[in-house]
């Protein structure tokens, strides 16, 4: 048998993805091209093609409608050998690819080059919001996956799950509409004040982003901003047959699903926009009452909590929080949390958010510490058994406590299993974790404002656009398979909820 090394190729290399518009002579001219960063789904955890040598695998998409086209050429090719033979990559690729991918590539030169509805193109659905970087416009559009257009153009562009996002899997189409309608895309494209041609179209496929809501019940009573109960008069009026009733009429949780901004336009403040562009629009959807992510990578978890930090702080009230420093600490017993902090205050600034309760918990721990002096996060400094003296060494030892009750709460049932000592060094090792990791995030805050202040002296737009350094690897990926809570890694991975 013919050396397996002699005849593989790295799937990732051997593949390269182009937006393609019309160009000026007869084929399309590439805007950009890059590679995938996974291929494992598709060609196997080695991510390499047997069979070919000098193997080159070419997948243009037109920017518009990421209409598909693929074609396959290489120098040699292995002479099949018994039950050993080339993998037949057309046939590999039809599972991820629509049917119009396999065409001739004659056949997509001619489309691109003379389709007389790109000139008219628009996104489908609804354009939600514009903005500009660097001199470029950039639109937000849009709709539910109940859309035909939008149909075919997740389709098209499906590959990008397993290209680009680490355990992502399909969104299944073919459900039916009342399930459909609970999705929504949301399509980021850049706009050309002049098109490539004059039949060009000016819209170029930058990222997108996948949405569902699901149902969040939502009890007749509940407290008000003084704590006493208070509820919804009952009724039972009503006739039949009852008014349909569509997922956007009900309080839900809206779940971010998919997240991807396209390699060439990485690192360029866009995943940040899109993000928040995204989030102020469900915080002005009444239905919505939390907004959450489903199975976030650590670079989406960073662009989130930048993001979701720049917006809390566009509240006072979030940043004038401290720690009430002279609320008595005993040494043993409950943590007196209602009297650290004012509790009235957190719920309003929560549900004018609408985060989630850990995620608002973790940005909170986060503002407090950023108030506390660094030379004042030792943990060596303060204890529980004597209160200190000096206001910043007992502000700092309370934070430590209140997220090690948040801890403690979130991983009771695997703290309760283990003995008392064992029990506060798992404690301990996490909180080091976590505070590292917010140590981590407050310096790409201070980075990022120090790259503003200095883009704003200059009159030029800042690249990062709010976030901190790592914003390229931030934008790349939607979402991965979160880690095993027990496999190794940083101490604050190793407790569910430490860094989460």
């Given at each position: 048998?013919?050396?397996?090394?002699?005849?593989?190729?790295?799937a990732?290399?051997?593949?390269t993805?182009?937006l393609?518009?019309?160009?000026?002579?007869?084929?399309?001219k590439?805007?950009?091209?890059?590679?995938?960063?996974?291929?494992y789904?598709?060609f196997g955890?080695a991510?390499?093609?047997?069979?070919?040598?000098?193997?080159?695998i070419?997948?243009?998409?037109?920017?518009?409608?990421?209409?598909?086209?693929v074609?396959?050429a290489?120098?040699?090719?292995?002479?099949p050998?018994?039950d050993?033979?080339?993998?037949?990559?057309?046939e590999?690729?039809e599972r991820?690819?629509?049917?119009?991918?396999?065409?001739?590539?004659?056949?997509?030169?001619?489309?691109?080059?003379?389709?007389?509805a790109?000139r008219?193109?628009?996104?489908?659905?609804?354009?939600?919001?514009?903005?500009?970087?660097?001199?470029?416009?950039?639109?937000?559009?849009?709709?539910?996956?109940?859309?035909?257009?939008?149909?075919?153009?997740?389709?098209?562009?499906?590959?990008?799950?397993?290209f680009f996002?680490?355990?992502g899997?399909?969104?299944?189409?073919?459900?039916?509409?009342?399930?459909?309608?609970?999705?929504?895309?949301?399509?980021?494209?850049?706009?050309?004040a002049?098109p490539?041609?004059?039949?060009?179209?000016?819209?170029s496929?930058?990222?997108?982003?996948?949405?569902?809501?699901?149902f969040?019940y939502?009890?007749?009573?509940?407290?008000?901003?003084?704590?006493k109960?208070?509820s919804?008069?009952?009724t039972?009026?009503?006739?039949?047959p009852?008014?349909?009733?569509?997922?956007?009429?009900?309080p839900?949780?809206?779940?971010?699903?998919?997240?991807?901004i396209?390699?060439?336009y990485?690192?360029k403040g866009?995943?940040?926009?899109f993000?928040?562009?995204?989030a102020?629009a469900?915080?002005?959807d009444?239905?919505?009452?939390?907004?959450t992510?489903?199975?976030?990578?650590?670079a989406?978890?960073?662009?989130?909590?930048?993001?979701?930090?720049?917006?809390?702080r566009?509240?006072?009230?979030?940043?004038?929080?401290?720690?009430?420093?002279?609320?008595?600490?005993?040494?043993?017993?409950?943590?007196?949390?209602?009297?650290?902090?004012?509790?009235?205050?957190l719920?309003?600034?929560?549900?004018?958010?609408?985060?989630?309760?850990?995620?608002?918990?973790?940005l909170?721990e986060l503002?407090l510490?950023?108030?506390?002096?660094?030379a004042?996060?030792?943990a060596?400094?303060?204890?529980r058994?004597?209160?200190?003296?000096?206001?910043?060494?007992r502000?700092y030892?309370?934070?430590?406590?209140?997220?090690?009750?948040r801890?403690?709460?979130?991983?009771?049932?695997?703290?309760?299993?283990l003995?008392?000592?064992?029990?506060?060094?798992?404690?301990?090792?996490?909180?080091?974790?976590v505070?590292?990791?917010?140590?981590?995030?407050?310096r790409?805050?201070?980075?990022?404002?120090?790259?503003t202040a200095?883009a704003?002296?200059?009159?030029?737009?800042?690249?990062?656009?709010?976030?901190?350094?790592?914003?390229?690897?931030?934008?790349?990926?939607?979402?991965?398979?979160s880690?095993?809570?027990?496999?190794?890694?940083?101490?604050a991975?190793r407790?569910?909820?430490?860094a989460?």
């Open positions: 048998m013919a050396d397996a090394d002699e005849w593989s190729s790295d990732n290399r051997a593949i993805i182009s393609v518009q019309p160009g000026a002579g007869p084929t399309p590439a805007v950009a091209r890059f590679s995938p960063s996974f291929t789904p598709i955890d991510q390499t093609i047997f069979g070919y040598q000098g193997l080159r070419s997948l243009r998409f037109a920017s518009h409608d990421l209409r598909p086209s074609s396959v290489w120098e040699k090719q292995y002479k050998v018994g050993t033979k080339a993998v037949d990559v057309r590999t690729l991820w690819l629509p049917p119009t991918a396999f065409e001739p590539p004659s056949t997509f030169d001619e489309r691109v080059q003379s389709d007389a790109a008219d193109f628009r996104p489908p659905g609804e354009r939600l919001t514009t903005y500009e970087v660097h001199g470029k416009t950039f639109e937000i559009w849009h709709a539910a996956f109940t859309d035909l257009a939008v149909q075919q153009i997740l389709k098209r562009m499906q590959i990008f799950v397993p996002i680490e355990g899997t399909y969104i299944n189409l073919d459900d039916p509409d009342w399930t459909l309608q609970r999705w929504r895309v949301y399509f980021l494209y850049e706009k050309a002049a490539a041609t004059p039949d060009a179209s000016a819209y496929i930058v990222g997108y982003c996948t949405v569902y809501r699901y969040l939502t009890p007749s009573t509940r407290e008000d901003d003084d704590g109960r208070i919804k008069p009952a039972a009026t009503y006739s039949l009852l008014p349909p009733v569509t997922p956007a009429e009900l839900c949780r809206q779940r971010i699903s998919q997240f991807l396209l390699p060439p990485q690192g866009h995943g940040s926009l993000y928040t562009s995204l102020t469900f915080v002005a009444p239905a919505v009452r939390e907004i992510v489903e199975d976030p990578n650590e989406f978890d960073d662009l989130r909590d930048y993001c979701d930090l720049a917006r809390l566009q509240h006072a009230a979030f940043t004038s929080l401290g720690i009430d420093t002279d609320v008595p600490i005993a040494r043993k017993g409950p943590l007196p949390t209602a009297l650290l902090l004012p509790q009235h205050t719920a309003r600034l929560r549900g004018a958010t609408k985060l989630a309760p850990r995620q608002f918990a973790r909170v503002q510490l950023s108030t506390i002096p660094a004042y996060h030792q060596s400094r303060p204890s058994r004597a209160d200190p003296a000096d206001a910043r060494d502000a030892q309370r934070w430590r406590l209140l997220v090690k009750q801890l403690y709460k979130f991983n009771r049932t695997q703290l309760e299993q003995d008392r000592l064992e029990r506060i060094d798992k404690l301990e090792e996490a909180l080091g974790g505070e590292g990791d917010y140590e981590r995030l407050l790409g805050v201070a980075g990022a404002a120090a790259a200095a704003a002296s200059s009159s030029a737009l800042p690249e990062a656009h709010g976030l901190g350094p790592g914003e390229a690897e931030a934008d790349a990926e939607g979402k991965r398979k880690p095993p809570d027990d496999a190794g890694g940083p101490a991975k407790l569910k909820g430490a989460e």
